[in-house]
């Protein structure tokens, strides 16, 4: 399996990347990759993120699920806002990895939702998939990435309203994180 964190832009630096990688190096012995544009003082092995078409923030995520992605096989990115407290591998190696696997934020159920507003219970914080598979999610995202980008506030409204299928993982893996 190859764990990948996303580094873009200025929000996180080389050390949150670094910090990251080395909690998820103290659970399991996968290869960890930084997926970024600027690989300056991290100290894991890095991809470069696309340079076309240009996306910002989160939307980069979307990348992966590119028919050309350059890693094989299982993949699991975890967002670098996360505080990683206990072994999450159990519960991503025990998934259906024919699709694409998301946390599903079960304290959104009590919220009030606006059908406008494009609600999600789907949480990309931790996504797993197959490398290769489910490139629908990055077709029907670049046919028309001006009004996705607009439309959504993001890849987890986007995912959830185009109705992709998908798993998502067991309500055991969050106890393993604070979102």
Same mark, same amino acid.
């Given at each position: 399996?190859?764990?990948?964190?996303?580094?873009?832009?200025?929000?996180?630096?080389?050390?949150?990347?670094?910090?990251?990688?080395?909690?998820?190096?103290?659970?399991?012995?996968?290869?960890?990759?930084?997926?970024?544009?600027?690989? !300056?003082?991290?100290?894991?092995?890095?991809?470069?993120?696309?340079?076309?078409?240009?996306?910002? !923030?989160?939307?980069?995520?979307?990348?992966?699920?590119?028919?050309?992605?350059?890693?094989?096989?299982?993949?699991?990115?975890?967002?670098?806002?996360?505080?990683?407290?206990?072994?999450?591998?159990?519960?991503?190696?025990?998934?259906?990895?024919?699709?694409?696997?998301?946390? !599903?934020?079960?304290? !959104?159920?009590?919220?009030?939702?606006?059908?406008?507003?494009?609600?999600?219970?789907?949480?990309?914080?931790?996504?797993?998939?197959?490398?290769?598979?489910?490139?629908?999610?990055?077709?029907?995202?670049?046919?028309?990435?001006?009004?996705?980008?607009?439309?959504?506030?993001?890849?987890?409204?986007?995912?959830?309203?185009?109705?992709?299928?998908?798993?998502?993982?067991?309500?055991?893996?969050?106890?393993?994180?604070?979102?």
């Amino acid at each position: 399996m190859n764990v990948i964190l996303l580094k873009h832009g200025k929000k996180y630096s080389a050390n949150d990347v670094n910090r990251q990688a080395e909690k998820l190096m103290h659970y399991a012995d996968y290869p960890i990759f930084c997926f970024t544009e600027d690989a !300056k003082d991290v100290i894991i092995d890095c991809i470069d993120i696309p340079k076309k078409p240009k996306l910002t !923030k989160w939307w980069n995520k979307l990348h992966v699920y590119r028919h050309d992605f350059i890693l094989d096989n299982r993949c699991v990115l975890f967002d670098l806002d996360i505080d990683i407290i206990n072994n999450p591998f159990p519960y991503i190696e025990s998934i259906d990895w024919r699709y694409p696997t998301f946390i !599903k934020d079960k304290w !959104k159920n009590d919220l009030y939702w606006e059908s406008h507003a494009y609600e999600t219970k789907l949480n990309s914080s931790i996504m797993a998939w197959t490398s290769g598979r489910n490139t629908e999610y990055w077709d029907v995202f670049s046919r028309n990435i001006d009004y996705n980008t607009r439309k959504y506030a993001g890849i987890d409204r986007y995912i959830w309203d185009q109705k992709f299928n998908y798993k998502t993982f067991d309500s055991g893996i969050n106890a393993t994180i604070i979102l």
